[in-house]
């Protein structure tokens, strides 16, 4: 009887386990805010810097635009922010951001990630979130 007792609470104990690594955020598995903190610091070293699509931002105030994005990516993978800023259309808008455009942005994010040594495997669970947003922002 003892061992059945022990034997089922080892299965509950189990399940709950199982259960938690299910329910997992995004957020928590890339390892929260420092990692977001720095893919965000990465991208925008790269795109900032990358002649393709960098006249794009000769307005921006880096920070702010750090503050942003870090609190936009922190909600949309799970975390516990709430991004206040302007929605994808608005903030886009007026800037006629092209679809060429839009994929050196994403060559850029992926290198942001890969230099935060994020897995592949939430990489792709990353671009799968933010890729939809590419009608919102081009050619708006
Ligand atoms: C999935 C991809 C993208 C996401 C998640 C994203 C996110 C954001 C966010 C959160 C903001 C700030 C909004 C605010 O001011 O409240 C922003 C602004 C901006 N984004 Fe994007 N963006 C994306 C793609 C792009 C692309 C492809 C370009 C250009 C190639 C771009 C150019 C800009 C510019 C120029 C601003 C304005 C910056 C400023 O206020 O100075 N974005 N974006």
Known sequence: MKNKILIMTMLVALGACS??????SLYDQLGGEPVINQITS?????????????????????????????????????????YEGLDMVE???GQEIKYSEFDVFVEDLILAMEDANVPFTLQNQFLAIFAPMREDITYQ
Do not use: M, W, Y
């Open 19 to 24: 259960n938690h690594k299910k329910t997992e």
């Open 42 to 82: 990465n991208l925008l070293d790269r795109i900032l810097n990358n002649e393709k699509i960098a006249f794009l931002f000769k307005e921006t105030v880096r920070e702010d635009l750090h503050e942003r994005i870090v609190s936009q990516l922190c909600q949309e993978t799970g975390g516990p922010c709430v």
């Open 91 to 93: 903030a886009h808008s």
